[in-house]
Nanobody, 111 residues
Framework: QVQLVESGGGLVQAGGSLRLSCAASGSIVDIDAMRWYRQAPGKQRELVAAITSSGSTNYADSVKGRFTISRDNAKNTVYLQMNSLKPEDTAVYYC?????WGQGTQVTVSS
């Protein structure tokens, strides 16, 4: 069993920045890819960014150049630095590891 706890969400004006964190704890045997998803009201959950154990990254086209995913393997924590935020980035952001989901953290960007 693995627990994922997200933090760092909040309300920010367009153009602002937020940094999300996801701390993993529990039965973590080895390091694996970690991902951030988001779900806006009335929309399907979508992949935002992913990072492998070696640090390779992948981003949704909509966030490329604005968001940066990183990880601290020693702390079993993944981060999502979000810059130049837009109202369309408003969503609940979820951390995902193997088969486990975090509880989500709300990000609201006002225009």
């Amino acid at each position: 069993q693995v627990q994922l706890v997200e933090s760092g969400g909040g309300l920010v004006q367009a153009g602002g920045s937020l940094r999300l964190s996801c701390a993993a704890s529990g039965s973590i045997v080895d390091i694996d890819a970690m991902r951030w998803y988001r779900q806006a009201p009335g929309k399907q959950r979508e992949l935002v960014a992913a990072i492998t154990s070696s640090g390779s990254t992948n981003y949704a086209d909509s966030v490329k150049g604005r968001f940066t995913i990183s990880r601290d393997n020693a702390k079993n924590t993944v981060y999502l630095q979000m810059n130049s935020l837009k109202p369309e980035d408003t969503a609940v952001y979820y951390c995902y590891y193997r088969i486990w989901w975090g509880q989500g953290t709300q990000v609201t960007v006002s225009s």
